[in-house]
């Protein structure tokens, strides 16, 4: 029986990945974890949605954490049955996120063992420190495994696929099951998220890399990948098998996403100018430089590794760089762990050149390391600001906080908000009178087949329903701006009664730009007139400051 080895620099990592990316999670709130939350509730209740069929596997991996919530709170008496349990969950969220967040961090810290291992099986040991201290310090694969979202399962889906890539090109035949676990981790990848279907092309490098054994290569893509592949493609999405057709014409019709701009407004650059600039902000000076020698030396120095690598960074910056509608730097987070692998490669080989000659020879080592260590400083500096902003609460929750303490119950309210849920401003209760109305807009939206929301159907009128049931004494009544894109005069407001504005500082900056005054004047002219009409009165504003992270929230009465 082979002997086990503790490795602690490896088990050093893994703690300080871990701690990194699970402190603050209590304190974090971002939109896009609504909609995992609310569809993993949807699988648990026992309905799939057929209207969305992209990033699955992340929330079937939720709702299973949430079944085992659910049993364990049946047998402690804190769930009567599954409606009470919906009844009360609705009302407080915040277990679910948490335990969403948990599974982010968890598989943001495997991503740092799994780079490591790749680093060691496949590089050396310079390679693997490097390139695995890089990512548990990038200040944005922190923040994205500390969100109850897929980006972090995603990161350790492709580099676990990654992994089984590099072993394909090994010449031993016995390494077959590697074609099998590449195949299945690739489909879970794309089916967390679209994007890895870059994967594909290191692949087809790896099997293209030797001619002489393309058979054999070829017989383990038909008997190993392709079922594997079929598997995890399935295991990831269950419901294809129910409605296979529709989810082909989904897959065909995600090419608008590269049309539309998320939320009406593009990005201000294209993604090939945005992502470089994302990175140099994460990384610094020192490391961005060091990014470009490492691409340099990898394309004038080419082997079969470093070829896998640059195909896959490149297929990726191919397919979300053309784009100024689907640009945001959590998208990087696939590809910068075969950067960090690059970057490490590069200083591995020049720090061993120096060693011949022999006034370096002994010195090579501590270069090595004052070139990585003045590189870390710009990337630590920015994950202990990262860290501390989430010391205190999300404005969200101050903002929430002011108003039930400073305004009435019942207040007629206009919002920023979203279409369907409130998943960005603070998150006061709707009052009966509220909800009433946006069920029976629903339900008349459903009927009509309307839909407002890739989440809303006939199945999900029961959030609305348990929120109904369940409407606490400090509840409102809200008018949401759908995400700042409905709106009307403040004459409009004066003559309906309205009392409130809550409005968010980014959509406000967002709706008074060039491309909304040119496009939607109407909308522009909304946000504009809150700061000159006069009877518009700024009651408060929370902003975010160095240890409450969030967006700005202006409080306005109408006077």
């Known amino acids: 029986m082979p002997k086990f080895k503790l490795d602690i620099w490896l088990l050093s990592l893994l703690v300080v990945a871990l701690i990194l990316r699970i402190w603050g999670i209590w304190n974090v709130s971002t939109t896009d974890e609504y909609n995992e939350i609310l569809e993993a509730l949807r699988v648990c209740s026992g309905h799939f949605n057929f209207e969305r069929w992209i990033k699955r596997f992340y929330l079937y991996v ?28 609705v009302r407080n969220m915040e277990p679910l996120f948490v335990m969403g967040r948990i599974t982010s961090a968890v598989s943001g810290a495997c991503t740092v063992g799994v780079l490591y291992k790749i680093g060691n099986d496949f590089f050396n040991h310079r390679v693997t420190i490097i390139s695995s201290v890089l990512l548990t310090l990038s200040v944005f694969h922190i923040d994205l495994s500390q969100q109850a ?62 001619y002489k054994s393309f058979r054999t290569r070829l017989n383990f893509i038909i008997f190993y990948f392709i079922p594997f592949f079929i598997c995890g493609f399935i295991l990831a999405n269950p419901p294809i098998l129910l409605a296979p057709h529709k989810f082909i ?3 065909l019709s995600l090419g608008n996403v590269y049309t539309t701009p998320v939320n009406v407004v593009p990005n201000d650059l294209v993604g090939f100018l945005a992502y470089p600039l994302y990175y140099f902000r994460s990384m610094g000076a020192v490391i961005s430089i060091l990014t470009l020698l490492a691409f340099a030396n990898a394309f004038y120095k080419l082997n079969i590794k470093r070829l896998i690598l640059l195909s896959f960074i490149a297929s990726f910056y191919i397919l979300m760089g053309a784009s100024k509608n689907l640009v945001a730097a959590y998208y990087m987070i696939p590809v910068v762990p075969a950067i960090y692998l690059l970057i490490g490669d590069f200083l591995s080989e020049s720090t061993a050149k120096s060693s ?3 006034l370096l020879r002994r010195r090579s080592s501590l270069v090595l390391m004052l070139i990585v260590t003045i590189g870390l400083i710009n990337p630590a500096v920015n994950v202990a600001k990262h860290e501390f902003s989430l010391a205190g609460k999300n404005t969200r929750y101050l903002a929430k906080d002011w ?9 007629k309210i206009l919002m920023d908000s979203g279409k369907s849920i409130n998943s960005f401003a603070p998150p006061i209760a709707e009052n009966r009178k509220n909800l009433t ?34 409407v606490p004494e400090k509840a409102y009544d809200i008018t949401s701006t759908m995400f700042g894109l409905d709106v009307k005069s403040i004459d409009y407001y004066v003559q309906n009664k309205f009392e409130y504005f809550i409005i968010s500082g980014g959509m ?52």
């Open 62 to 89: 939720l709702s299973i954490e949430y079944g085992i919530y659910y049993a364990i709170g049946w047998v402690l008496n804190a769930f009567n049955s599954p409606m009470d349990f919906a009844e009360k969950i």
């Open 149 to 210: 979202k897929v980006d972090a399962l995603l990161g350790f889906l492709v580099v676990a696929t990654i992994y089984f890539i590099f072993k394909i090109i090994e010449a031993d035949n016995k390494k077959k099951w590697a074609y099998g676990w590449c195949g299945f981790l690739m489909a879970l990848s794309i089916q967390t998220k679209i994007n890895s279907v870059g994967l594909f092309v290191p692949f087809a490098v790896a099997i293209l890399s030797d």
């Open 249 to 251: 014409t989904n897959i």
């Open 356 to 358: 011949t000659i022999p």
């Open 403 to 411: 108003i039930e303490a400073n305004i009435p119950a019942g207040s």
């Open 437 to 470: 109305r946006i069920i029976r807009n629903t339900k008349q939206n459903v009927s009509e087949g309307k839909i407002v929301h890739g989440m809303v159907d006939r199945n999900a009128l029961i959030y609305y329903e348990l929120l109904l049931n369940t």
């Open 508 to 559: 406000k900056k967002s709706r008074t730009g060039e491309y909304i005054l040119k496009s939607a004047p109407e909308v522009a002219s909304f946000y504009l007139s809150l700061d000159s009409d006069p009877r518009v009165k700024l009651i408060k504003t929370i902003t975010p400051s160095a240890r409450n992270r969030g967006d700005t929230f202006y409080i306005y009465k109408l006077m």
